[in-house]
């Protein structure tokens, strides 16, 4: 007996695609449920965003420029 479970985005509640499946069977995360991988991008977006600008409040500190400049010339 066979049963084929297709596992559905728990965000977009779209089918993953082949090789959302593959990856989601090779690396299984953590969460208990699967994610589409534009999902999975957008959640990292969303949380990279949130990290940044935890960020960029503790070091308003030290007068941080918000702008995004960067000095690499040093
Ligand atoms: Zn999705």
Redesign the pocket.
């Given at each position: 007996m066979t049963i084929t479970i297709v596992p559905i985005?728990?965000?977009?509640?779209?089918e993953?695609s082949n090789w959302d499946r593959f990856l989601n069977r090779k690396y299984p995360n953590t969460l208990g449920y699967t994610?589409?991988?534009?999902?999975?991008k957008?959640r990292e977006e969303k949380i990279i965003k949130e990290i940044s600008q935890s960020v960029a409040d503790d070091l308003d500190f030290y007068d941080f420029e918000k702008g995004g400049k960067s000095n690499e010339n040093n």
């Open positions: 985005c728990h965000d977009c509640n779209e993953l994610l589409c991988s534009s999902c999975e957008k």
